[in-house]
Each structure stands twice: as structure tokens, then as C-alpha cells.
């Protein structure tokens, strides 16, 4: 394929991607394998039937080295090792026998930024924590790191995985693994990005969301952008090390209906929400619809509306618990209650939005509302046709429901 992109010196951002070419909506512009790539710690410990998502032949040598590492640590630490350490293992792998790599056809491991110099003492602190842990890994197969190319030591390594690292996610963006893109660390970011970021197995593929100029800078979001602009700015700062100064941050966008209702209620819904999300970790799933419904109450949308980002965080907990405890009925019944304000926040096509109208839809199928069914998995099929593209594997599958959907309805 033709290149569609070119690195370039982006004004007031550093280096950053853009287009050769005019894009349109869903066109795939670039694809990429990992430099580096592991599975997540919660996916190996918990689903482990996940694993094959991320494997493939060329990864089977490092893997078998990964697992050598991991059996000489236990029984002690492999439940709480971080999945920074295994992938900068993965790194160094790499970086003791040296071969070329299609993943630094843009950007390299070498220029990428490590901000190191702009990290207080406690991020420091903890890189250090990190690096104690590598060792302890690493010494059934590396046991000297000196012979790392310089600039490359296990200190930058981290840092530079802490600010370039993407999470390697399934169809329905459940996270799957870690990975390392050199060339896809170009991409800056915008709370209003124009393309988005979706894996088929490791492999990256960058889409364009909308009608895109030659020369125009390509974006993507490096963070959830439904929450207050505030609380945006302060994470991108924490962990990318710079201040957002797109549109969305600087005029507040949208923050008076994330915060919108009784602020006494919803800051006690944001107090509550890291306990409900450790309930869902855990798989407590009685436990979590118990204390959802405690909080969102019977009547709907009376001190808080369903537009306050954490209210929606609780409705989004609630569909999780009662879909886990087949309480379709209510599940549908809270799902229902996210899709307004899914559709504000995500104005163009975004695969969050998409995989909330399947998960819906599905519900209602379930559940035999056939018309409802139709009409939402449509709205899905053509925003999943932009993010994931005609031939992703949920794709096709919407394709078959809509099917079944217009069978069953006598449609022609």
C-alpha cells in the first residue's frame, strides 16, 4: 500500500503524523505490528482463554522466555507484577539481538519520548520500584544489562513505555494485552480526535473517523474523553506530560452536562464509583447491583440526570452486573437509559458508542423486540463500519443479526 502518512514537525507538539492524501470517513490509513507486545495480567490470571487473541508464530520464542521468567518468581510475585515489566522485558529481548523492525518505520525506540527530566521524585521513586522488579525478573535470562544501547537503560525504557505504550483491546474493546508502536507514537493528541486507533489481533489499525485534508494532522484520543475537562487536562498532564489545548479543553465543551444535577449526590456517586469498579473486578455481581440500584434509585433522573458522567458510569456498572446475573429485563432497562447520552458525547462515529448499541441490541433481541432490534443494531453496523471496518469480524456479525432481524420481521 502507498504511504498515506508522513512524519512531520507539528506546531506547539513535536513531532506528529499527518496525511499525504484527502482521507474519507472508515478509510484504513495505516497498519502496524508491535516493536514489542505482552497480554495483560488480568486477562492471563483471569481469562486465560483470551490468550490466543495475542499469540502468534513469531511471538512463540519470546513467550517461552516470559514464561521462564514468570516460573522463577513464583509462588511469590507473578499475581502483582506490573505489565510494564513484562513488556519492557519484551524490549530488551529485542534490544540484545537486533533485527530490523517494520515498527520503527517512522519514529524509532530511540526518539521516543521518555520525559525522564520532567518527572518529580515520587514517578521517579516508582520507575525505580519498577526497575528492582525487572531485575528480579530478568535473572534467569539476563543477567547484564550494560550491554544496552545508550539512552536505552531500564529507567528510560519504562518511562518510555509509561508514555507510549497503547492498549491492545479486542472488537468490543475489552483490553486483551500491552504493546509498543514506535511509528503510531507520532499520533498527538485532541479530546475532538479525527481517527481512531483498533487491533486486529496485535496488528494496529489507524481509521480515519471523518473527512480528512491532505496535509491535515491526524489525532487520536489517548484517553476516555467523557470526563470533565478539568479531569481530562490533569490525566493527560500526569501521564503524557502535557497540558490539552484543544477546543474541547480550553472553551469546557460539554462539562456543564458531565456535571449537570444536585452536585452533592453526583460527588457522591464519583466517591463511590472506585469501590463499585473493585466489585466488578472481583466479580461481586450482587454485591455491585445492590449498591448501584442503592445509588441511582427509583426514580430516574430526579436529582442527577443520566448526562452526569458518573451517573452514566453507574448505569454503565449496573447493564455489567445484571447482564453477569441474567436479569435481562433490567439490564436493557439501564442500558436503554446510556444511549442518549452515549450520542451526545460521542457526536462522530466511536467504537465506545457502537459496542454499547450491539450490547443493547442484543438485549433486545433477547428479549424479542424485534423493531427495537433492528433499529439499534443498524445505528451500530453503520458506526462500526467507519471504527472497525466492513470486514472486522463484529461487523460481519451485525450483518447476520441485522439479517436474522429482517427475516424474522418478514422484511424484504
Partial sequence: MESRVERFCSQGKGHGLRALVP?????????????AHTVSKKVYIYEKNKT?????????????????????LLPRIPGTL?????????????????????????YSLVELESHVSEMGAEKMEGLEQLCTMLLLYLKEEVSDLSQLPPGLGPIDLFAKVTCNCFTISDGE???????????????????KPNCVVMFEGVQLHLRAIQEIKALEELT??????????????????????????????TTADKDADMLAGDEVVWRHFCDAIPRMEQLQSECQWKQLLG???ALLGDCRGTAVPDRNVYALRLLDLAVDACVNLGQWERALEYGTRTLEPYRFYYTDAHPARAVQLMRVGKLQHYLGRLE?????????YDIMKVTHGSEHALVVELRRMLDECRAELGCT
Fill in 23 to 35: 482521507l474519507k470517513a472508515g478509510e484504513l490509513v495505516f497498519t502496524a505490528q508491535p516493536y
Fill in 52 to 72: 490466543a487473541f495475542l499469540m502468534s508464530p513469531q511471538a512463540w520464542p519470546e513467550h517461552k522466555r516470559e514464561c521462564k521468567c514468570l516460573r522463577s
Fill in 82 to 106: 506490573h505489565d510494564s515489566v513484562r513488556l519492557v522485558a519484551r524490549v530488551i529481548f529485542r534490544l540484545l539481538d537486533p533485527k530490523p523492525s517494520p515498527a520503527e518505520q517512522l
Fill in 173 to 191: 474493546l475489552k483490553e486483551a494485552g500491552v504493546g509498543l508502536y514506535p511509528s503510531m507514537s507520532l499520533l498527538n493528541h485532541d479530546c
Fill in 220 to 249: 487520536i484520543s489517548y484517553i476516555d474523553v467523557v470526563m470533565p475537562s478539568e479531569d481530562r487536562k490533569r490525566q493527560l498532564q500526569k501521564q503524557y506530560h502535557f497540558l490539552c489545548k484543544c477546543v474541547r479543553c
Fill in 291 to 293: 449498591q448501584c440500584q
Fill in 372 to 380: 427495537e432490534v433492528r433499529r439499534t443494531l443498524r445505528q451500530a
